[in-house]
């Protein structure tokens, strides 16, 4: 998972090619009780990107919080089109894979789940476009070296 030119190899969870501007959350996020999926909304009060809304992004999270009704909620934001273009985490997480596997497979839809470093995640700016390939390659002008 290191850099590689302006590229980032992650490990493909969830296989899927997509893009979109970077949407990095500045922490974990429930997904249910905390996100809204009619209309992508984080509806979390105390969460640091309260009313920012997740649609077409790439979503740069470290990892789910919570409940085990998360993936009915990321199946539903992404059947209604509200849903990130890709899921980038920082951890696997079962929940969140789960609930784009299920999507992507009832709606034919083709949303990527990768897993990188941690520490990548600081090299990541808000709203620059970004490209998730098949492969698990992550790439856009983010980089800093």
């Known amino acids: 998972m290191k850099p590689v030119g302006k590229t980032v190899q992650g490990r493909v969870l969830v296989p899927g090619q997509a893009s979109g501007p970077a949407m990095v959350l500045d922490e974990t996020?429930?997904?249910?009780?905390?996100?809204n999926p009619v209309n992508g909304e984080i509806i979390d009060?105390?969460?640091?990107?309260?009313?920012?809304?997740?649609?077409?992004?790439?979503?740069?999270?470290?990892?789910?919080?919570?409940?085990?009704?998360?993936?009915?909620?990321?199946?539903e934001t992404l059947r209604n089109g509200s849903g990130p273009a890709a899921f980038v985490l920082a951890s696997a997480d079962l929940n969140i894979s789960v609930g784009v596997m299920v999507a992507n497979r009832l709606y034919e839809l083709n949303v990527p789940v990768v897993e990188i470093a941690l520490t990548q995640f600081a090299l990541i700016e808000n709203e620059i476009n970004?490209?998730?390939?098949?492969?698990?390659?992550?790439?856009g002008a983010w980089l800093h070296y």
Request: no cysteine; aromatic share 8%.
């Open 29 to 35: 996020l429930s997904f249910w009780g905390g996100f």
């Open 45 to 75: 009060v105390h969460h640091p990107q309260h009313r920012a809304r997740v649609g077409g992004t790439v979503l740069f999270i470290s990892q789910s919080r919570g409940s085990a009704g998360t993936p009915g909620a990321i199946a």
């Open 130 to 139: 970004i490209q998730v390939s098949e492969a698990g390659l992550i790439s």
